[in-house]
């Protein structure tokens, strides 16, 4: 399936980057310091944290995107219910119709899955942004050879978009590939039933590569 963002997922590793070539130039200038106290010591141990993780996602994303195409799948919905790039990008310019979906219900379908607004952005540092570092801080916590932090670093990507789609207000419902397939095997969804003639049929769902 092609996105309207030919740059999916990249968006958040180009951050990260930034991120990291801002955080390089912050602990040099901290260790010029000619009193390198205990706190500014701290300051530099809090910034390598930062590098590491950032290091640790960006290769995570790159080498497991590489190795398959369907680690992560998301549903895509605006919160704008008569927008006319969407009326024109998505519903046939403007011949077909909008369906109104209760996201809490949604997001209500596993444990594993979860619903997530995109966050627009352009590509330069996040370093003094306390929301996107604790976010990397926290899944940079765990093994940085997980699959907890490989997931945890994907599903983190899928949010981040360009600035220039930010009229769309979009909300991503998310799915990890492991859940998803367990969630099929449970309810032997797109599979027919031969003894009832019943069937069960999968809508599309965006595969990100």
């Not at 706190?39 to 398959?68: C, F, H, P, W």
């Not at 704008?80 to 996201?103: C, E, P, T, V």
């Amino acid at each position: 399936m092609q996105f309207n963002d030919y740059e999916e997922i990249n968006w958040y590793t180009k951050l990260l980057r930034a991120t990291k070539s801002d955080a390089i130039t912050k602990k040099e200038r901290l260790l010029t310091n000619d009193n390198l106290d205990d706190e500014i010591m701290y300051q530099v141990y809090e910034t390598e944290r930062v590098i590491d993780a950032i290091d640790a996602a960006d290769k995570s994303i790159k080498e497991n995107l590489m190795n398959g195409q369907d680690k992560i799948m998301v549903a895509s919905f605006s919160k704008k219910g008569d927008l006319l790039s969407q009326w024109r990008g998505y519903a046939d310019d403007g011949r077909g119709m909008a369906i109104g979906f209760d996201m809490d219900e949604l997001g209500g379908i596993d444990s594993e899955v979860y619903v997530a607004k995109v966050r627009y952005s352009k590509i330069k540092s996040k370093l003094d942004n306390d929301d996107f570092l604790d976010e990397l801080l926290w899944y940079g916590s765990m093994s940085f050879n997980s699959k907890e932090f490989f997931s945890e670093s994907l599903a983190t990507a899928v949010t981040y978009k360009s600035k220039k789609f930010k009229e769309e207000k979009e909300i991503r419902l998310i799915y990890q590939k492991d859940s998803f397939d367990r969630l099929i095997r449970r309810n032997k969804a797109f599979t027919d039933n031969k003894n009832t003639g019943s069937s069960s049929y999968g809508g599309a769902i965006a595969v990100l590569s």
